[in-house]
């Protein structure tokens, strides 16, 4: 996010502007995958939100999320992990997951998209961090 946040907005800036939106993309899917695993309902009604966030103002969102689910990761039991949990998508798909599958889902979806935005710097000639 500290590249992101730094570049010159004129910098490719429709790279600059997907770049974020990936990064909101990735701490929507984080907080509706944690709401899962608690059992309560989200608040979003697609896997991104219609404004896109300032970097800043994103950054400290995604810690706030990953920090979430590192203290989950501390107390949750290897029983826990292969339990099923039911879900609607946002499209109002049906899907289940066990604990473990959602946490697996979270992290490499998360990894995915962040290639995806080193690849989007490198085209800008940005080294990705």
């Known amino acids: 996010m500290e590249t992101l946040a730094g570049l010159d907005p004129s910098r490719g800036a429709a790279e600059r502007?997907?770049?974020i939106r990936l990064m909101n993309h990735i701490r929507v899917v984080s907080r509706i995958f944690a709401a899962?695993?608690?059992g309560v309902a989200h608040r979003y009604a697609g896997d991104n939100t219609p404004d896109t966030p300032e970097p800043r103002a994103l950054r400290a969102a995604l810690a706030e999320v990953d920090r979430w689910y590192l203290d989950h990761l501390?107390?949750?039991s290897e029983q826990a992990?292969?339990?099923?949990?039911?879900?609607?998508?946002?499209d109002g798909d049906k899907g289940c997951m066990?604990?473990?599958?959602?946490?697996?889902?979270?992290?490499?979806?998360?990894?995915?998209h962040?290639?995806?935005i080193g690849r989007m710097l490198a085209?800008?000639?940005?080294?990705?961090?």
Do not use: C, N
């Open 123 to 129: 085209g800008i000639a940005v080294s990705p961090p």
């Open 98 to 112: 066990t604990r473990q599958e959602m946490l697996t889902h979270v992290v490499l979806h998360g990894g995915y």
């Open 17 to 19: 502007h997907a770049a």
């Open 74 to 76: 501390e107390t949750i």
């Open 36 to 38: 899962h695993l608690q």
């Open 114 to 116: 962040r290639g995806e």
């Open 81 to 90: 992990l292969a339990e099923p949990i039911a879900f609607t998508f946002t």
